[in-house]
């Protein structure tokens, strides 16, 4: 009786033995993972994404193609610029109407959008280093007499709202003076002469330019005038004081000019380097 106790001891002892040696492995095995985390870091924050405000209405410097998608020679400079600098951009399609609200309210970050430089808007933005140089050009029919911005005095001049076109045109015949047509873009005031609504479109010169070379059944003709126009320059606008963004903005522009890139993208649009295309455009 004795000896059949013992050995049922010493079974149950066993058991339990074992049962505690599992328990010991089970709870080691459950830590290892939580001691893992413990010590793993944690996640890196998600980049800011800059939000670019762009008015795509302005080919060759800012279209939508036919999938809906922002291009254009601008895209292709920031996002060159976004590149070397390390930073995320997307591009929202801004009207132009309201677009140098949309920064000032900061529903966007910064604009790319054929913005000339000038004084009065440098009092409430702040722009990049200059990324284009462009002047106004005047767009006319191929059987036209105009020959100098002057001859415009009496004529209907189609323009679009609040460029420097506007501000040229306005400044020759007079802010109220009916013959200035105000179009929401520049291709709707092209549309305009063609139709005969106006007598001749005044604009930048790479949107006239590329209208011009690829509508050619409209047998229009440009008419240049460095006498009556000031040269002007493209910028990159942000918020005023937001010197953070546009130290990296400049940093991209300086290093892909350094590196040619910028070269490459303006050969593309504008079908030789910047030096080539200014002689060209002078003769």
Not at 34 to 58: C, E, F, L, N, Q
Not at 170 to 178: E, I
């Amino acid at each position: 009786m004795t000896r059949w106790t013992t050995r049922r001891f010493l079974k149950t002892a066993g058991f339990v033995a074992a049962a505690l040696v599992l328990a010991a492995c089970g709870k080691k095995e459950e830590a290892a993972p939580a001691a893992a985390a413990a010590s793993a870091p944690p996640p890196p924050p998600p980049a800011k994404v800059y939000v670019i405000g762009t008015d795509a209405a302005y080919a060759p410097f800012e279209s939508q193609n036919e999938k809906g998608e922002i291009v254009g020679f601008s895209m292709d400079i920031l996002s060159a610029v976004a590149a070397k600098g390390g930073f995320e951009i997307k591009f929202v399609n801004t009207p132009w109407e309201g677009i140098f609200n949309s920064l000032q309210q900061g529903d966007r970050d910064a604009l790319i959008s054929s913005i000339t430089i000038t004084e009065e808007r440098k009092q409430t933005m702040d722009f990049s280093a200059p990324y284009f140089d462009a002047e106004q050009l005047i767009a006319v029919k191929e059987t036209s007499k105009v020959a100098k911005f002057a001859d415009l005095k009496k004529l209907k001049v189609g323009v679009q709202t609040g460029t420097t076109g506007d501000e040229v045109v306005s400044k020759l015949l007079g802010k109220t003076n009916t013959n200035v047509k105000r179009f929401e873009s520049t291709p709707l005031a092209l549309k305009e002469l063609q139709s005969g609504g106006v007598d001749a479109v005044v604009a930048d010169n790479g949107v006239v330019i590329h209208y011009v070379a690829n509508n050619p059944a409209d047998k229009f003709k440009t008419v240049a005038d460095k006498t009556s126009f000031a040269p002007e320059q493209y910028g990159i606008a942000v918020k005023k004081g937001n010197t953070e963004l546009l130290e990296k903005i400049n940093k991209g522009l300086a290093d892909i000019k350094a590196d040619g890139s910028y070269d490459q993208v303006f050969a593309k649009y504008f079908g030789a380097a910047p030096a080539a295309a200014a002689d060209a455009a002078s003769k």
